[in-house]
């Protein structure tokens, strides 16, 4: 049996349960006239890219809500998986990723349980930052 690494905020850990990744290309067709197929396909940047996965853990401390509209979770993620003898199969790396969701749970025998969310957005030139309404950057 192979293995995942999740490595987020300087820890690592691989007691991942689930793991989701979902880049979302979002594509315009463009047609002539009289014609059933597309001429041209152009790509709709930015590249939307969620992330989320299940770990198991021993304690977990939650964002304060207030500090995290202050100053929204911003930071790399990198996700490892190994086959059962620890060779590299595929590995992911997701830069300046925003955390949108985090859900803790326990069963009823003990086990404790995180679900963690991220997005990033990637333009033409590689990571693209949202704007407000003055240009700025939101998220950093």
Same mark, same amino acid.
């Given at each position: @049996?192979?293995?995942?690494?999740?490595? +987020?905020?300087? =820890? *690592?850990?691989?007691?991942?349960?689930?793991?989701?990744?979902?880049?979302?290309?979002?594509?315009?067709?463009?047609?002539?006239?009289?014609?059933?197929? =597309?001429? /041209?396909?152009?790509?709709?940047?930015?590249?939307?890219?969620?992330?989320?996965?299940?770990?198991?853990?021993?304690?977990?401390?939650?964002?304060?809500?207030?500090?995290?509209?202050?100053?929204?979770?911003?930071?790399?993620?990198?996700?490892?998986?190994?086959?059962?003898?620890?060779?590299?199969? /595929?590995?992911?790396?997701?830069?300046?990723?925003?955390?949108?969701?985090?859900?803790?749970? @326990?069963?009823?025998?003990?086990?404790?349980?995180?679900?963690?969310?991220? /997005? *990033?957005?990637?333009?033409?030139?590689?990571? +693209?930052?949202?704007?407000?309404?003055?240009?700025?950057?939101?998220?950093?």
């Amino acid at each position: @049996q192979g293995s995942m690494i999740v490595e +987020c905020a300087g =820890a *690592s850990t691989d007691r991942v349960t689930s793991f989701s990744h979902t880049i979302n290309v979002p594509l315009s067709p463009i047609y002539v006239i009289g014609s059933a197929t =597309a001429v /041209q396909v152009d790509v709709m940047w930015p590249i939307a890219i969620t992330t989320s996965f299940t770990l198991e853990i021993d304690r977990y401390k939650y964002n304060r809500l207030r500090k995290y509209l202050k100053s929204p979770t911003v930071e790399d993620i990198a996700i490892k998986i190994n086959d059962c003898f620890g060779n590299k199969i /595929q590995n992911y790396e997701i830069k300046d990723a925003r955390l949108l969701g985090e859900n803790v749970s @326990q069963s009823v025998d003990g086990r404790l349980t995180v679900n963690l969310q991220y /997005q *990033s957005y990637y333009n033409k030139r590689g990571l +693209c930052y949202p704007l407000d309404a003055h240009g700025n950057r939101v998220w950093k």
